[in-house]
């Protein structure tokens, strides 16, 4: 049984750096996938950022070179770094894993965490 546990969202001022984790525990971290994706009211889940046991990377072009995604393996953590903020990245931040992790298609995710930015 998968559980994911994101923290470190809240409101933010546009320009602000705020970091995403994600504590990761029920099944063998280090041989899948990790990701983050968002959903605003009214609007579609969007993939924000993916990363590989073997350190790959996948970015939305909406983030690219403002957010950055990366684990602590030792910590069973993955963190979303994210930079330059703007009013439209307001949205819940949901912490995922499995699944086709660079098309953005996870299997498991978790409660998600509020992000806004104002």
């Known amino acids: 049984h998968v559980q994911l546990v994101e923290s470190g969202g809240g409101s933010v001022q546009a320009g602000g750096s705020p970091r995403l984790s994600c504590a990761a525990s029920?099944?063998?971290?280090?041989?899948?996938?990790m990701g983050w994706f968002r959903q605003a009211p009214g609007k579609e889940r969007e993939g924000v950022a993916a990363?590989?046991?073997?350190?790959?990377?996948y970015y939305a072009d909406s983030v690219k070179g403002r957010f950055t995604i990366f684990q602590d393996n030792a910590k069973n953590t993955v963190y979303l770094q994210m930079n330059s903020l703007k009013p439209e990245d307001t949205a819940m931040y949901y912490c995922?894993?499995?699944?086709?992790?660079?098309?953005?298609?996870?299997?498991?995710w978790g409660l998600g965490t509020q992000v806004t930015v104002s």
């Open positions: 990363v590989y046991s073997s350190g790959s990377t």
């Open positions: 029920g099944y063998t971290y280090g041989r899948c996938c």
């Open positions: 995922a894993n499995g699944g086709f992790c660079a098309r953005f298609d996870f299997s498991y």
